[in-house]
């Protein structure tokens, strides 16, 4: 007897386990009425060609789908990605005369971690099969995860990262009369020698001298920081036990200010325009660092002036590296969050989510807008190249292969979320690329003023110069900690 009841307890157990394992695998579910549907609203910063392509697909599931389910998606453009997140973050305090929060809004981490630190975001794990998660880059939900592993609070819907764009037009003259080849771009030196020889061989087409154009310029200067350190083995901002810390190794650094700033202040390097691509549009430059999300706004021709201009090919290469470095490249684009409300809800906001990030669809908004679709399915050269077969715009195709070419052939890497992220982020942004700009503005008004070109770039191309700046940036940044 004895014997028979430890049999019958173990088998018990075995299948109390096995139950368990069947559990796990299983997705939570929610029974909606699609005579009466649930009705889901949706922030998003979309604009242009990237808007009408996610209102076609959402007005696409309304009539397909989301019928058949009892979900029907209702989306509202709140502007440009930071006033989404100001009306996002007024929303979630409560602040006066702020609309209600909707189900599912656009961010970035650091807006997500704002909200989800108020208690508004739900925790999409459970209703997603392991599987089905299985199907996202690592990367992609691993970044939407936030500060614990487990749970899913960002729903990846569409990534980008960077490409360097080229003006081939300009630069197939420049290559041959110099033999400038596009490996000399692999790395972030490389690029550097590249912009020395460019203003060089500019400058001698004139008989003004010093008169070189700039050859490259980059947008997003946080990046460069943060990939830029990365790939020096350091992570800029971490999390420790919930906080957050400054990692402003001043080595890494100083290799950071050396192939930017000094090259920047002896005119190898501009920035002018609102964004790199402007500059390339006006002369400015013929090679800028910039999102693959935006080769829908690269510049068909160059305006010399008024009455004159050319037409012109730009092409997307990877973006250089620190040579002899790690291979990072960074992971950008907002994800979806879905925020706490009912179950039907929050279940109809995630079937609404899988839907439009199912592969071939994913590669519809892609298709428009340059993103890169989500799923491990869909970021294959072979799987663009389908997908991308009958694409119009030569920019997008060539961009989008480029970025997926990125994502296969490097880590990819973006800050953790943290409290002060967007502050954090904001320093970096601004605080080498407006001493450079400012400290070249002095060199061309001393070139002016009689100095030579050499004895006004070594006035500011100092040790001291970089120490000063070191020590005011450092001071900024550890004010965020915490």
């Not at 809004?105 to 997603?128: I, M, P």
């Not at 089905?132 to 880059?137: K, R, S």
Request: neutral net charge; glycine residues 6%.
């Amino acid at each position: 007897m004895k014997k028979l009841l430890v049999c019958m307890l173990t088998c018990f157990m075995a299948v109390s386990l096995l139950a368990g394992c069947g559990k796990k695998e299983e997705a939570k579910t929610v029974e909606l009425d699609k005579d009466n549907p649930t009705v889901i609203s949706v922030w998003h910063y979309y604009n242009g060609a990237q808007q009408e392509a996610f209102e076609s697909l959402v007005s696409q599931f309304n009539n397909s789908d989301g019928k058949d389910e009892g979900i029907y998606v209702e989306t509202y453009a709140q502007g440009n990605v930071y006033d989404l997140e100001k009306t996002v973050l007024n929303s979630a305090n409560k602040k006066a005369g702020a609309s209600e929060m909707p189900n599912i809004f656009a961010a970035y981490a650091d807006t997500a971690y704002q909200v989800n630190k108020l208690g508004l975001v739900a925790d999409l794990n459970e209703y997603l099969t392991k599987a089905e998660i299985g199907e996202y880059v690592d990367n992609y939900i691993e970044e939407g995860e936030l500060s614990k592993a487990g749970e899913l609070k960002i729903f990846p819907v569409a990534k980008a990262t960077e490409v360097l764009a080229v003006n081939q037009t300009d630069w197939e003259k420049f290559s041959k009369a110099t033999g400038a080849k596009t490996s000399d771009l692999s790395t972030i030196e490389g690029l550097v020698k590249t912009a020395e020889k460019y203003y060089k061989w500019t400058d001698k087409a004139t008989k003004t001298p010093n008169d070189g154009k700039a050859f490259y310029g980059r947008d997003a200067m946080a990046n460069y920081f943060f990939v830029g350190a990365k790939q020096q083995g350091v992570d800029l901002l971490t999390i420790e036990k919930g906080k957050c810390k400054i990692n402003f190794d001043k080595k890494v650094v100083r290799k950071l200010w050396d192939n930017y700033y000094t090259p920047y202040i002896k005119g190898y390097f501009t920035a002018s325009g609102r964004y790199r691509s402007d500059d390339m549009k006006m002369g400015s430059l013929i090679a800028f660092t910039g999102s693959s999300s935006g080769a829908a706004y690269y510049p068909k021709a160059v305006t010399v002036n008024d009455k004159k201009s050319y037409p012109i090919k730009v092409r997307s290469y990877e973006v250089p590296k620190f040579a002899d470095e790690e291979d990072y490249a960074v992971q950008q684009g907002a994800g979806m969050v879905v925020t706490k409300s009912s179950d039907k809800e929050i279940y109809a906001s995630v079937q609404f989510l899988k839907w439009f990030t199912e592969a071939k669809r994913n590669f519809e908004f892609a298709a428009t807008s340059s993103y890169l679709p989500v799923k491990k399915e869909a970021n294959t050269e072979k799987a663009v190249e389908k997908a991308m077969k009958d694409e119009k715009n030569e920019d997008i195709k060539d961009t989008v292969m480029t970025a997926v070419k990125t994502v296969n052939n490097n880590k990819m890497y973006t800050p953790k979320a943290a409290k002060n992220g967007s502050q954090i982020r904001n320093i970096l942004e601004t605080c080498l690329s407006d001493k450079a700009d400012q400290d070249r503005k002095a060199v061309e008004k001393a070139i002016k003023g009689g100095m030579s070109y050499e004895a006004a770039v070594k006035k500011y191309n100092t040790d001291q110069n970089f120490e000063q700046w070191y020590e005011k940036t450092l001071k900024e940044l550890k004010t965020l900690e915490g």
